[in-house]
């Protein structure tokens, strides 16, 4: 039976009314408002960090060390923060990404809807909830009263922790995303579970699953509170893994509220480096997620 054609005078052919017009262009005007409203103090902050930082960023901050207090004519600088900063956030990686990666790899693959399976999930949805403070807390009652001191090893912990969930629920994501067909054409040609996983899901997954391990990291780097409760800060180069450890994000809370301007001045611009290292961490991640899909 053949359809019947569309009248000419149908309202399917019929320009809207002025009113419909004059309301889709008010919300597109609207929308178009409350976005650059919603992204202004985004780029007020940036900004702001880009101008008062970048008028002290020279060599000099990245090889020297903090000076002291009120002295002038000395090179001021934060390269022990950003070595104890990478230390700690390196310390954290390797405790969070084979865990995480592990924990995500169980519940997609071989407890997929099973009561232990929803359990961690709903764990590990909580966890990333959890503010950084009582994650610092809990590094601190573990590691800082047990040794009787701060340490790099403390702060990764609480990184590690903060990291985790990130990871675990990033991985499951990325291995959900992986079609049946994979996992069927596998088994048609005799492969095992462990095989199909390992050498053919998990490499399908692998550019999602750095993503998430990238934005895990990226988050890692600029938290404050755990890193005061593990790490603390030192004024000099860490003595060791055992050590206090100076990092950015501590240095620029002390120097923000300092009363000297020197110091002042070295926290804008440690927070414009900071601000950089999470741009490219970001960027990278964007980079891998744009290559995966073309």
């Known amino acids: ?14 320009p809207l009314s002025p009113v ?3 309301f889709t262009v008010t919300m597109m005007v609207l929308a178009f408002t409350l976005t650059g409203l919603a992204l202004l103090p985004l780029f007020a902050i940036v900004w702001e960090i880009v101008r008062q930082g970048f008028a002290q960023l020279s060599w000099e901050v990245f090889t020297a060390l903090p000076a002291p207090p009120g002295v002038e004519n000395e090179t001021n600088g934060f390269a022990n923060a950003i070595v104890g900063t990478l230390t700690m956030v390196g310390l954290g990686t390797l405790f969070s990404v084979p865990l995480g990666v592990m924990t995500g790899i169980f519940v997609s693959e071989f407890a997929k809807g099973s009561v232990l399976a929803n359990a961690i999930r709903f764990v590990s949805a909580i966890l990333s909830s959890v503010p950084s403070v009582i994650v610092g ?23 590690g922790v903060i990291m985790l969930p990130i990871i675990s629920l990033t991985t499951e994501e990325a291995l959900k995303a992986v079609p049946m067909s994979y996992r069927l054409g596998s088994a048609a040609l005799g492969g095992g579970r462990f095989t199909t996983i390992f050498r053919l899901i998990i490499p399908a997954a692998l550019p999602a699953m750095v993503t998430g391990i990238l934005l895990a990291v990226a988050r890692a780097a600029g938290e404050t509170a755990p890193l005061m409760f593990t790490a603390l800060f030192s004024q000099f180069w860490q003595e060791g893994l055992w050590s ?11 120097y923000a509220a300092s009363p000297f ?4 001045e070295i926290a804008w611009t440690a927070s414009l480096v900071l601000l950089v ?3 490219i961490t970001n960027i990278l991640s964007r980079f891998i997620i744009n290559k995966r899909q073309s």
Do not use: C, D, H
């Open 244 to 254: 206090p450890t100076p990092s950015l994000p501590v240095l620029i809370y002390n």
């Open 137 to 159: 807390v809990f590094a601190f009652g573990v590691l800082v009263l047990t040794t009787k001191q701060f340490s790099a090893i403390a702060g990764g912990l609480a990184l």
């Open 1 to 14: 039976m053949m359809s019947q054609p569309i009248p000419k005078n149908s309202e399917l052919f019929s």
């Open 20 to 22: 419909r017009n004059s």
């Open 277 to 279: 290292l999470v741009l």
């Open 261 to 264: 301007p020197e110091q002042n």
